[in-house]
Protein backbone atom coordinates (compact mmCIF):
# COMPACT_ATOMS: atom_id res chain seq x y z
CA UNK A 1 0.00 0.00 0.00
CA UNK A 2 1.12 3.41 -0.54
CA UNK A 3 0.14 6.21 1.26
CA UNK A 4 1.17 9.94 0.61
CA UNK A 5 0.62 12.58 3.36
CA UNK A 6 -0.17 16.12 1.53
CA UNK A 7 -1.21 19.17 3.44
CA UNK A 8 -4.97 20.03 3.22
CA UNK A 9 -4.39 23.64 2.95
CA UNK A 10 -1.05 24.53 1.11
CA UNK A 11 -1.15 20.87 -0.74
CA UNK A 12 2.96 20.86 0.72
CA UNK A 13 4.03 17.20 0.29
CA UNK A 14 4.50 16.18 3.60
CA UNK A 15 5.62 12.41 3.49
CA UNK A 16 4.90 8.59 1.99
CA UNK A 17 4.87 5.08 3.25
CA UNK A 18 5.18 2.36 0.62
CA UNK A 19 4.50 -0.77 2.48
CA UNK A 20 2.96 -3.75 1.64
CA UNK A 21 2.80 -4.00 5.63
CA UNK A 22 0.78 -1.08 6.49
CA UNK A 23 -3.14 -1.50 6.41
CA UNK A 24 -6.04 1.09 6.50
CA UNK A 25 -6.76 -0.52 10.17
CA UNK A 26 -2.83 0.06 11.21
CA UNK A 27 -3.25 3.67 9.92
CA UNK A 28 -5.83 3.92 11.99
CA UNK A 29 -8.89 4.82 9.08
CA UNK A 30 -11.32 2.38 10.36
CA UNK A 31 -12.03 5.34 13.43
CA UNK A 32 -12.71 7.60 10.90
CA UNK A 33 -16.41 8.01 10.21
CA UNK A 34 -17.54 7.69 6.65
CA UNK A 35 -17.90 11.83 6.11
CA UNK A 36 -14.56 11.75 7.78
CA UNK A 37 -13.09 9.23 5.37
CA UNK A 38 -14.45 11.18 2.74
CA UNK A 39 -12.99 14.45 3.60
CA UNK A 40 -9.66 12.94 4.33
CA UNK A 41 -8.66 9.79 2.51
CA UNK A 42 -8.93 10.03 -1.25
CA UNK A 43 -8.10 7.02 -3.25
CA UNK A 44 -6.54 7.13 -7.44
CA UNK A 45 -6.82 4.42 -10.15
CA UNK A 46 -3.50 3.33 -9.42
CA UNK A 47 -4.16 2.09 -5.88
CA UNK A 48 -2.49 5.07 -4.37
CA UNK A 49 -3.98 6.48 -1.09
CA UNK A 50 -3.47 10.31 -0.76
CA UNK A 51 -4.09 11.54 3.21
CA UNK A 52 -4.82 15.38 3.24
CA UNK A 53 -3.40 16.82 7.37
CA UNK A 54 -2.58 19.79 8.10
CA UNK A 55 1.25 21.21 8.05
CA UNK A 56 3.28 22.57 10.76
CA UNK A 57 3.58 25.77 8.78
CA UNK A 58 -0.19 26.02 7.80
CA UNK A 59 -1.40 24.70 12.12
CA UNK A 60 0.53 27.80 13.44
CA UNK A 61 -0.92 30.21 10.90
CA UNK A 62 -4.52 28.57 11.77
CA UNK A 63 -3.66 29.15 15.80
CA UNK A 64 -2.65 32.34 15.11
CA UNK A 65 -5.00 33.95 13.49
CA UNK A 66 -8.45 31.71 14.04
CA UNK A 67 -10.24 33.70 11.64
CA UNK A 68 -8.89 32.38 8.64
CA UNK A 69 -10.61 29.14 9.57
CA UNK A 70 -13.74 30.55 8.90
CA UNK A 71 -12.83 31.33 5.10
CA UNK A 72 -12.94 27.99 2.62
CA UNK A 73 -9.13 28.16 1.47
CA UNK A 74 -7.62 29.98 4.21
CA UNK A 75 -4.14 29.64 3.27
CA UNK A 76 -3.61 29.54 -0.10
Known amino acids: MIVNYVCRHCRT ?7 AAI ?6 FHSLTPAERRDIIAYNSGGEV ?3 VICE ?4 ALENNPELSLLVNPLQ
Do not use: A
Open 57 to 60: HCSQ
Open 50 to 52: TVK
Open 13 to 19: FLGRIDS
Open 23 to 28: TEERLG
